[in-house]
């Protein structure tokens, strides 16, 4: 077998194995608040978001094309810098799942790779638009995710909460917060797993030595695996975190912030915007926390949520540039 080829296939291992990562990783945004309010157990909630997770990741590939072509051009994709990206996400990503803290995969990949290409061309190779897009998805998703369930609690206590018995509203919102969860497991499918589609196309093109527009369907199938096999895994550290430790929610809470975050999410999906399924969801069960007082939101645990996502973008970048560096020295 060529080494090219060896080394293509070694990429898409590191790159399935980055999605299965992100899949456990991020089990907890699509399951926190369900387990926390007890609307479903975690054996329920994990199934669920594994297979919607799956479904998610099939339904289009947006987000791919804008990793596979608008970070870094494809006529400077060599297997050294995918790989070098995707050692340096895989390392952030276990080192805060190790730590408990709901990161960013999606930008600890994003980074990673502008790190990478840095180190391969230096900055001119970087592509400012795509850049621009994802840091437009990176601070407006949160702010979104914070505001959305404020005003969407507002609306409900005005419109319905306020007439209901407070065990007709539990009764009713434990059954609504199923949907919700649901709905936020296919967003964050259809977000996240695309991250994978669009590095192993980038590394498609580094190993054809030409430019690939489309995702193959082999690529799509095998990410969309990938992340619902690492979603079954489940991720119990940062479940904790996000369901228990945030803010003390009821199915009412989780509605509203599933719902709220997956609505942002998806229209980040179909507008090819890589956006963070944590932000989004992070910062929405701290607006619904909000709307409780703010003495109910535990800041103290939010604040280091806050402090790892902001790390995650100079921390990915020097390690992406330093993987490359080891990479060309290892020959």
Known sequence: MEPLLIGFLVIIFLALAFDFINGFHDTANAIATSVATKVLTPAQAIAMAAVLNVVGALAGTAVAKTIATSIVPQEFATLQLTGAALLSAIVWNLFTWWKGLPSSSSHALIFSLVGAGVAAGGWGIIIPKGVQKTLTGLFTSPVLGFIVPILLMTLLSWLVLRWMKPRTVTGTFRWLQIGSAAF???????????????????????YLGTQVEQVPLWIILSAAAAMGLGTAMGGWRIIKTMGFKVVDLKPVDGFVAEASAAAIITGA??????????????????GVGTTKGFRKVKWQVAGRIVQAWVFTIPVCIVLGWAFHKALLLLG
């Open 184 to 206: 936020m497991a296919f967003s964050h499918g259809g977000n996240d797993a695309q991250k994978a589609m669009g590095i192993m196309t980038f590394a498609l093109s580094a």
């Open 269 to 286: 999906t179909a507008l090819g915007i890589p956006v963070s399924t944590t932000h989004t969801i992070s910062t929405s069960i701290m």
